[in-house]
């Protein structure tokens, strides 16, 4: 079965503070994994697709990189409205959702 | 559309009611998914869509729950006798076959059983 574990569970950062947000996951036969933002009362927004270990995708502030194991979003001099839970994922036959990081940036 | 659309946004039903959530995919996108979010985790599979054809639906909690895309493009999620248990966030997401560029979610139905 597949599993994905984000940690920490909750990360409060000062405005310009950089840090990185950690998805750890088991799959069998990864077909992506996947970053995704998710605001209050909002579905999850797309951020990136990760296929193969090395491969690194950048937007904005955020930047995400993959390894056999595990993926990390790095957030580099976020912004309060960088604030909101961030969603990792693995797609085998299905999408597989850790319970998400929740983020907050004070000004 | 724009967007992946779904409607009602907010539903109350008493236990034991029967509900229907609807959700309009992006036009053009093959794949359909229905995804269950409780307060604080992340989403949870229930089904999945190719075209009109349901190719997983073991996501689906109990034989209360039942998805169909009859004409594989507007899907409709219910779910009969409501239990408490049932109240979360329903999520709708669609994607162009071969997604490399991620699957586009809706808003979401937050069901609430009283």
């Known amino acids: 079965e597949d599993q994905v574990t984000q940690s920490p569970e909750a990360l409060r950062l000062q405005e310009g503070e950089s840090s990185s947000l950690n998805c750890s996951y088991t799959?069998?036969?990864?077909?992506?994994l996947f970053w995704y933002r998710q605001d209050p009362g909002k579905g999850p927004e797309f951020l990136f697709t990760l296929y193969s270990a090395g491969e690194e995708k950048e937007k904005e502030r955020l930047k995400a990189t993959l390894t056999k194991k595990e993926s990390f979003l790095h957030i580099t001099a976020p912004k309060p409205e960088d604030s909101a839970t961030y969603l990792c994922a693995v797609r085998s036959s299905k999408l597989t959702f850790g319970k998400g990081i929740t983020l907050s940036v004070r000004p | 559309g724009a967007g992946v659309s779904q409607s009602p946004r907010y539903k109350v039903a008493k236990r034991g009611q029967d509900v229907a959530l609807r959700c309009d995919p992006i036009?053009?996108?093959?794949?359909l998914f229905w995804y269950q979010q409780a307060l604080g985790q992340g989403p949870e599979f229930l089904t999945y869509f190719q075209n009109e054809a349901q190719l997983d639906k073991s996501g689906l909690p109990s034989d209360r729950f039942f998805a169909e895309r009859p004409e594989g493009s507007v899907s409709t999620l219910k779910i009969q006798r409501t239990q408490q248990e049932d109240s979360a966030v329903y999520l709708c997401?669609?994607?162009?076959?071969?997604?490399?560029?991620?699957?586009?979610f809706g808003s979401g139905t937050r069901l609430t059983v009283v």
């Open positions: 036009s053009g996108h093959v794949s």
């Open positions: 799959v069998s036969g990864l077909r992506g």
């Open positions: 997401a669609s994607s162009l076959a071969g997604d490399g560029y991620g699957y586009t």
